[in-house]
């Protein structure tokens, strides 16, 4: 299909998007799904393998007793029903990474279900509102294995010379959470995808359940699209409900924020295409393609029958009792949408300046900040403004620079006390960012500390002012902006061991 892609805007007037979002979450327990095989991230291909994971004939699984818990409280912070009696099924499929042939999953009885998740979503005309996405299931699976194409250039099969399996991943605890067709979003639609993902994201980490790294796989989306024709004005009206769904697309393992939006935005300008051109759009898989910021055709895309599903019959019913599932209720954290407004209210941060916070990923090291003595302001400044531009520029997350919020405590009280000025904490934190110590050492050792001597700052200060009777002159007549001159003076001849703000009040004692 050749024909250019439909600008969005141009589609909604024809078409309303229906997008479906599958999120795929390995959990961080200690052992797989159903064996007792490590799950740490990066150990040498095939070494955290069992008779069980690889599904030798006469291997037996069992359940693990803390995924289970986690799906619930995963299920729970999603609003969801907790079904008291659920199994798991066979989801039978030919692929090289399924050692089985089939997937442990769950089909038509999942651990979870019928819940929502509300995200902020930043309306075109400027502020936020509040969206809500409905949750069809949160279901327990194992994960597969990863297959490694090597020879070709983009890692895919295609053009490969030889495929290599890594079964370390197979087994590994997974739950997959499914919404509902989110119908009504409009020209916000790719906004709306993105904001999903990130809100559960945050959930998920607040819950200690996975590490959420989408980098590493940990997190995994898949973005289903599909347009419907437009009838009427509103596409949440009352005339839209009754329009069938279009054909839809599956963009697999789109593995960042930013992708999840762009693959929304691209499946729907295609698919305009498409169907402007009066051709049918095809149910399959699709590539997504972070440098051309297109997708590319997969395999044609199963139905659920397609699967033949069946009870697992080496496994026994999940029945969690009311009282684990309040106990797990009683053990949820605070949600974060609500946790970020409470401590923007006691931080005094304005939208924007939350916004940077969360953008920095700085929330919780600017918490310990402020609760290791910083104020709120100092804490802000120091994680979201330098450390988060070298963060970005080693490519590292800002906690991963060796700064801790005790580090950046002691030196707002050093700045606060009138020890060192800005200019000298900077110099502190490039010590302290060296591995040359504490603040308070880094300070010491580099003979980092303002001038206390107020009888030799006040003799700089007579002899600049002596030296450029002009600019005093100038003061005296009420131009009180040509203090800066003589500041700058003063700094220079104390070695910028001064304190500017003193400065500017001993001169304007001595001239106005």
């Given at each position: 299909?050749?024909?250019?892609?439909?600008?969005?805007?141009?589609?909604l007037?024809?078409?309303d998007?229906?997008?479906g979002?599958?999120?795929?979450?390995?959990?961080?327990?200690?052992?797989?799904?159903?064996?007792?095989?490590?799950t740490?991230f990066?150990?040498?291909?095939?070494?955290?393998?069992?008779?069980?994971?690889?599904?030798?004939?006469?291997?037996?699984?069992?359940?693990?007793?803390?995924?289970?818990?986690?799906?619930?409280?995963?299920?729970?912070?999603?609003?969801?029903?907790?079904?008291?009696?659920?199994?798991?099924?066979?989801?039978?499929?030919?692929?090289?990474?399924?050692?089985?042939?089939?997937?442990?999953?769950?089909?038509?009885?999942?651990?979870?279900?019928?819940?929502?998740?509300?995200?902020?979503?930043?309306?075109?005309?400027?502020?936020?509102?509040?969206?809500?996405?409905?949750?069809?299931r949160?279901?327990?699976?194992?994960?597969?294995?990863?297959?490694?194409?090597?020879?070709?250039?983009?890692?895919?099969?295609?053009?490969?010379?030889?495929?290599?399996?890594?079964?370390?991943?197979?087994?590994?605890?997974?739950?997959?959470?499914?919404?509902?067709?989110?119908?009504?979003?409009?020209?916000?639609?790719?906004?709306?995808?993105?904001?999903?993902?990130?809100?559960?994201?945050?959930?998920?980490?607040?819950?200690?359940?996975?590490?959420?790294?989408?980098?590493?796989?940990?997190?995994?989306?898949?973005?289903?699209?599909?347009?419907?024709?437009?009838?009427?004005?509103?596409?949440?009206?009352?005339?839209?409900l009754?329009?069938?769904?279009?054909?839809?697309?599956?963009?697999k393992?789109?593995?960042?924020?930013r992708?999840?939006?762009?693959?929304?935005?691209?499946?729907?300008?295609?698919?305009?295409?498409?169907?402007?051109?009066?051709?049918?759009?095809?149910?399959?898989?699709?590539?997504?393609?972070?440098?051309?910021?297109?997708?590319?055709?997969?395999r044609?895309?199963?139905?659920?029958?397609?699967?033949?599903?069946?009870?697992e019959?080496?496994?026994?019913?999940?029945?969690?009792?009311?009282?684990?599932?309040?106990?797990?209720?009683?053990?949820?954290?605070e949600?974060?949408a609500?946790?970020?407004?409470?401590?923007?209210?006691?931080?005094?941060?304005?939208?924007?300046?939350?916004?940077?916070?969360?953008?920095?990923?700085?929330?919780?090291?600017?918490?310990?900040?402020?609760?290791?003595?910083?104020?709120?302001?100092?804490?802000?400044?120091?994680?979201?403004?330098?450390l988060?531009?070298?963060?970005n520029?080693?490519?590292?997350p800002?906690?991963?620079l060796?700064?801790?919020?005790?580090h950046?405590?002691?030196?707002?009280?050093?700045?606060?006390?009138?020890?060192?000025?800005?200019?000298?904490?900077?110099?502190?934190?490039?010590?302290?960012?060296?591995?040359?110590?504490t603040?308070?050492?880094?300070?010491?050792?580099?003979?980092?500390?303002?001038?206390?001597?107020?009888?030799?700052?006040?003799?700089?200060?007579?002899?600049?002012?002596?030296?450029?009777?002009?600019?005093?002159?100038k003061?005296?007549?009420?131009?009180?902006n040509?203090?800066?001159?003589?500041?700058?003076?003063?700094?220079?001849?104390?070695?910028?061991?001064?304190?500017?703000?003193?400065?500017?009040?001993?001169?304007?004692?001595?001239?106005?």
């Open positions: 299909m050749g024909a250019e892609l439909v600008d969005v805007d141009e589609l007037t024809r078409y998007p229906v997008v979002l599958e999120v795929h979450v390995e959990l961080n327990t200690a052992t797989k799904m159903f064996c007792g095989c490590a740490g990066g150990a040498d291909p095939n070494t955290q393998v069992c008779p069980v994971c690889l599904g030798l004939p006469g291997a037996l699984p069992v359940v693990n007793a803390a995924a289970v818990e986690s799906a619930i409280r995963i299920g729970l912070a999603l609003n969801s029903q907790i079904a008291p009696w659920c199994r798991f099924a066979r989801k039978n499929y030919f692929y090289p990474d399924m050692p089985k042939n089939f997937q442990t999953s769950q089909y038509d009885e999942p651990i979870a279900f019928d819940g929502y998740l509300d995200v902020d979503v930043e309306d075109p005309a400027g502020g936020t509102s509040v969206f809500r996405v409905p949750i069809e949160a279901h327990m699976e194992e994960d597969t294995g990863k297959s490694l194409h090597v020879g070709g250039t983009t890692g895919r099969i295609h053009g490969a010379d030889h495929s290599l399996v890594d079964y370390n991943r197979a087994g590994i605890p997974l739950i997959e959470i499914v919404t509902r067709p989110i119908v009504g979003a409009g020209s916000r639609a790719p906004a709306v995808a993105r904001a999903y993902v990130a809100a559960l994201r945050d959930l998920l980490r607040s819950l200690g359940v996975s590490d959420v790294k989408m980098e590493q796989g940990s997190l995994r989306c898949d973005a289903n699209v599909s347009l419907r024709p437009r009838a009427g004005e509103d596409p949440a009206g009352p005339d839209q009754d329009v069938p769904l279009g054909t839809r697309t599956e963009t393992n789109v593995n960042s924020l992708s999840v939006e762009r693959a929304v935005r691209h499946e729907m300008s295609r698919h305009a295409a498409i169907l402007d051109a009066a051709e049918p759009v095809t149910q399959e898989t699709r590539h997504w393609h972070e440098d051309t910021g297109m997708t590319t055709a997969g044609p895309k199963s139905d659920a029958d397609d699967y033949r599903y069946f009870p019959p080496d496994l026994v019913p999940v029945a969690p009792s009311h009282e684990d599932v309040e106990r797990l209720r009683a053990s949820l954290p949600p974060p609500q946790r970020r407004k409470r401590l923007q209210a006691q931080w005094g941060y304005s939208d924007l300046e939350m916004r940077d916070v969360v953008n920095a990923d700085a929330l919780d090291v600017i918490e310990q900040t402020v609760a290791a003595g910083a104020s709120p302001a100092a804490a802000r400044k120091w994680w979201t403004g330098d988060a531009r070298r963060a520029q080693m490519a590292l800002v906690t991963g060796g700064v801790t919020p005790a950046i405590a002691e030196l707002d009280e050093m700045v606060r006390a009138g020890r060192v000025n800005d200019s000298m904490a900077r110099q502190v934190m490039d010590g302290v960012l060296a591995g040359e110590g603040p308070a050492q880094v300070a010491e050792d580099r003979g980092l500390a303002l001038v206390q001597d107020d009888a030799a700052l006040e003799a700089a200060v007579d002899e600049v002012i002596a030296a450029n009777p002009g600019i005093a002159e003061i005296r007549g009420g131009k009180v040509a203090v800066g001159a003589l500041i700058g003076q003063v700094m220079k001849q104390m070695r910028g061991q001064a304190d500017a703000a003193k400065v500017r009040e001993l001169i304007l004692s001595r001239l106005t």
